[in-house]
């Protein structure tokens, strides 16, 4: 993995420029949250994903969450924190549908055998497993809490949300293989399990990603979206949330002038300042491809000139440099839009190492970008600002 962490060769770094992390998980460690405010980092987005985590974030947002001053460039302040409310991919089979279904009540002990059943594949016969997994939680009851928690900080995000072919289930803790979540980490996750055969059946998932975009386009606010073997079936999901509205191309010079953010953004405006509709739309108006993994020639379509929401892709030393495939992520990076790119740490615990993994990817990228140091700061920094708030900030 290239890393530049500790390296004293290395130029200093311009942390007082402002350095923006995109997605990160330091709710999984509770007893790191108390670090945040002496990080180097100027702002964490803190993404949620599943029942134990919500209100964590909620939380983090409500004690350290960021305003607009919190962007003001050169301003020396605490890092603080912009929330993302979401339940991501790994987690989709614990909601069910009483939405579309019309169930409109709980679920009873043979409608949690018969949803589980339903959303997993292969469908499990071994109700012990089933009886291990969480009560089911209603749709609408999710979508009504996110809202909530959106309307409470006008900054957050949705996210993280999105689709997964690889993940399997742990088994089941009844088999004795689970072991107590280590002091200060947040329950919920694999806890040191075996991974069971079974998948999220991949419809069921595009249900639950589709209800969170309509709400994220409902509220104007921007998502990060988790993509792994299914960079396909997570376009065409996206793609149908803007059927209808995409953006009339009429000619090179027109498709070029959009490719640029500012313009895409001035033309979202001006269409809102001269119809007078509301600014909700069925689709997110910007995406962020968290830790976007396919590969440089899957770009063009998300960056077509009619697609009317703003495409962003981010980047981490923990994902895309981790593994003998970092060569996919070199040529993407260079092939992003300068103005597209953003980067994260993808960690789960607040702190220094979180400060120098984030350090390390922006070195990176602006290597491979051909960027000078505090030019590249800049850039992210000016990206960021963009995917967060929706308007491009003034080039100083």
Request: hydrophobic residues 35%; neutral net charge.
């Amino acid at each position: 993995m290239a890393s530049y962490e500790g390296n004293a060769k290395q130029e200093p770094f311009p942390w007082h420029l402002g350095v923006f992390d995109a997605h990160c998980h330091p709710t999984d460690t509770v007893s790191s949250l108390k670090d945040i405010p002496d990080m180097k980092t100027k702002v964490l987005t803190i993404m949620a994903t599943r029942s134990q985590d919500q209100e964590l974030v909620l939380s983090a947002a409500d004690d350290l969450g960021a305003d607009i001053e919190a962007f003001s460039d050169g301003r020396n302040s605490p890092c603080r924190v912009v929330p993302s409310f979401g339940w991501h991919p790994w987690f989709s089979h614990q909601i069910y549908d009483d939405i579309s279904e019309g169930t409109g009540r709980p679920l009873s002990h043979i409608d949690k055998i018969q949803h589980y059943r339903s959303v997993l594949t292969p469908s499990p016969d071994d109700e012990a497993f089933i009886h291990s997994l969480p009560e089911p939680r209603a749709l609408s009851d999710l979508l009504a809490t996110t809202k909530h928690y959106l309307l409470r900080h006008p900054l957050a995000l949705v996210g993280e949300i999105g689709l997964d072919r690889t993940f399997r289930l742990p088994e089941s803790t009844r088999s004795g293989q689970a072991r107590e979540p280590e002091p200060g980490m947040t329950p919920g996750s694999r806890d040191g399990r075996k991974l069971s055969p079974y998948h999220v059946e991949m419809n069921h998932q595009r249900k639950i990603l589709k209800a969170q975009l309509h709400l994220a386009g409902e509220m104007g606010r921007a998502v990060s979206v988790h993509g792994v073997a299914a960079h396909g079936i997570v376009f065409e999901t996206l793609q149908s949330t803007w059927y209808g509205h995409e953006r009339k191309v009429t000619s090179k010079r027109l498709q070029k002038k959009r490719a640029s953010v500012k313009a895409a953004h001035d033309h979202e405006l001006s269409n809102l300042l001269n119809d007078g509709r509301s600014a909700s739309k069925p689709y997110p108006p910007r995406i962020c491809m968290h830790s976007y993994s396919g590969p440089s020639s899957h770009l063009k379509q998300y960056l077509n000139p009619s697609i009317p929401a703003l495409i962003f892709f981010s980047f981490s030393q923990v994902i895309n440099f981790s593994n003998p495939d970092s060569n996919k992520a070199v040529e993407a990076i260079k092939a992003v839009p300068d103005d597209r790119i953003l980067v994260e740490s993808d960690l789960h615990c607040a702190g220094d190492r979180m400060d120098g993994l984030l350090e390390g990817i922006v070195r990176l990228v602006c290597k491979l970008k051909g960027w000078a140091l505090e030019d590249g700061v800049k850039q992210l920094a000016r990206n960021y600002k963009h995917f967060v708030l929706g308007r491009e900030p003034e080039v100083p």
